[in-house]
Each structure stands twice: as C-alpha cells, then as structure tokens.
C-alpha cells in the first residue's frame, strides 16, 4: 500500500507534513479533499476532523506534529527530532508557539479576507481535488464560509487581535534569530520546519507553495507589504531555500 497524505493543498499544516515527508525521503502520493466534504473522509480514518492524516504502513497517523514523531520513529536517516533531551524539549515548545502563534491566527487573519473572495478561494480549495470539485464548492461555498467563521470564530474583532498576535511571533522570532541560524541547537530540527512551513502564507518564499496571486485581499497584501523587510521573511527563505 502506497504512502498517502490526505489534505488540503492550501493549508499550511499539510506544508509542514509534505516538507517533513520530502525531507525524510518518504515517497508518497497525496489525496486532496475538499473542506467540508472531507470530514466524512476523515472522520472515517481518524478521531477528529482535520488534515493533514497520513496513511503509512497500514498505520494512520492524525497531525502534523504526529507525523513527523512517526517519521522520525520509522525513518532513522536526516532525524527532525533533536536527540538531547533538553533540545527535544526546546523544539517542542517551538513547534507549540508555531501553531499557537503563527499558524492558528494566520489563518483566522487570512480566512476573514479572503471567505469575501471566493473566485481567489474557490480554486485554491480546489487545486489537485476531484473533478467536480469546482462546482461542488461555488455550490456550498456560502454556506461553508458561515460554517467556518463560526467554529473558528472568525470575525472582524478576532482578525484583528490575530494580526498582533502574528506582528508579537514575528518580533520573538526575530530576536532568537538575531544570534543563531537555527531556532534550536546547531541544526535545522522540526521547530525551523514547523515555523517555517506555518509562515509561508504570509512570506510566500519562492519555494513555498502558495503563490503571491492567492492574496488578492488590499488587506493581506498590506499586512505583509508592512513586515516584507523583517530578517524573519530573510530567514524563512534561506531555510526554504536550503532544506524544501
Ligand atoms: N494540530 C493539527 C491542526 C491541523 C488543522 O488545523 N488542519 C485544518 C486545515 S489547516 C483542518 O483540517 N481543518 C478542518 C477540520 O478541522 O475539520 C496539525 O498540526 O495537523
């Protein structure tokens, strides 16, 4: 049975568990669901919901961080996982921080644009999906949109108080970085991973997979026009560039 990633091309937890794969030379092939559509799937699978899941010697792995543990513990070369304990422990948090701090209201910040815009969110739903895939979602798309605003509770309020939170991340980050290239110990490890793959969306590296058409929002562009000479957008390139 051939190695599988259920997921979202456009979601950035799914990045960080395609990185992860390709970094560890794990071959796998993707299936891409719709949202919405795809709790069905999932929930068939796994306890929850949400991708990335992945499907690997007849195990079924739920999560990003779980992911890279499994691949870790399955494949011994190019370890993500520092060994020492207390980096281990360093690494954890970073990873923590990533989606506490970058990946949950990047979303949240990003989602509140971008449900007004669904000829830029409906192929990006979409891309790598099921032929009937486009007009499956311009069908439920309204409702969808409702769905996800409310269970993620995104609205103008929280938007806003998302895009301090992201602005507070990217100062911390900075201020690790000024004295080291990697966020723990001496070498790339999952925390760069996790930080870096959860940051895409916003610094869009040219390796990334989102590309700088998809933020057709003024609000988005101006968000990231406003941080596009931090030494954190700098950094998530090199990373990108010397480890994606
Ligand atoms: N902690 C999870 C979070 C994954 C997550 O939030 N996935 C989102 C897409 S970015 C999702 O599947 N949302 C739909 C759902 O939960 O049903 C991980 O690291 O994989």
Redesign the pocket.
Known sequence: MPTLLYQ?PV????E?ARWALDYKGVPFKTQTLL?GP??KK?KSIAA?????VLRMQNTIIQ???QIIDYLDATVSEKPLTPQDSKLREQAADWERFA?DKIADPL?CFYYHYLLDEPKTLIPLFCEDGPWYGNLLMRLIFKRLGRRMRAVAKINPRTAGVAMHVVDKALTTLEKQLQTQPFLVGDRFSRADLSVCALLSPLVLPERGYMKARSLTATALQDYRKAHISSPVFRWVNTIYNTYR
């Open positions: 979202f979601s950035h937890y799914c960080k949202p795809h709790i999932i929850d919901s949400s991708v990335p999560g990003s961080d989606a979303r």
